[in-house]
């Protein structure tokens, strides 16, 4: 109970830091910070596609974190899974609050990475809208598992959806406006391989390895 009540504390006090954030990076970029551009990004821009896009991305890594932790004990996988899901709510909530600032849509009629000229590798085949989104059976089978084989599983879902994460995130790093928007980009790169890294290695001590 006292974990359950501290990831939920957790949670709360992400939504406050995000809404913080959301503040003071809009109003770092609009006072000379970063690239020193604050025009409102046009709709089919970068900077609105990849906030787009990476919320959704973002939704699934949070969602996949809850459900490992609910299937295993061990202390170190869980740790691992609180950290993704308050970190990914918090970027989320940025991008979004950002697409509201602009008086922008949280949803395209185009493809999801039209933007970085991708559209047509967007399959949505059985729920993975993008590259390295885990498809709604593997999520179906992830919630199936427990103990060491949700473990080893849940790390090879999440190393295959932060390579598409990166992918996509070092997309904005060339391609967006936004200054500060830029360095989030920048951020999630930067994370998300020392993630790749230390989830090989938590694989290796189950005795596995990287889907890809």
């Not at 699934?60 to 609180?82: C, G």
Request: glycine share 12%; net charge neutral.
């Amino acid at each position: 109970m006292r974990a359950y009540i501290g990831w939920v504390a957790g949670a709360a006090a992400a939504v406050l830091v995000a809404a913080g954030a959301i503040t003071y990076a809009v109003a770092e970029d609009g006072s000379g910070g970063g690239s020193g551009n604050s025009a409102v990004p046009a709709v089919n821009s970068a900077d609105a596609g990849f906030a787009r896009d990476m919320a959704v991305h973002h939704q699934q890594a949070v969602e996949m974190s809850y459900i490992v932790r609910d299937r295993t004990k061990n202390v170190e996988v869980r740790r691992l899974a609180y950290d993704i899901a308050q970190t990914q709510a918090n970027q989320r909530g940025m991008l979004l609050g950002w697409l509201d600032l602009w008086g922008l849509p949280k949803v395209s009629a185009d493809p999801p990475m039209t933007w970085m000229g991708m559209g047509d590798m967007a399959s949505g085949k059985d729920g993975a809208l993008m590259p390295g989104m885990a498809t709604n059976s593997e999520l179906k089978k992830l919630g199936s598992l427990s103990g060491r084989p949700a473990e080893v599983f849940f790390l090879q879902l999440m190393t295959d959806h932060h390579k598409g994460g990166i992918h996509m995130a070092q997309g904005c790093v060339d391609k967006c406006q936004v200054g500060v928007e830029k360095r989030l980009a920048q951020g999630m790169v930067d994370a998300q391989q020392s993630e790749i890294q230390l989830m090989a290695d938590m694989l290796k001590e189950r005795g596995a390895k990287a889907r890809s």
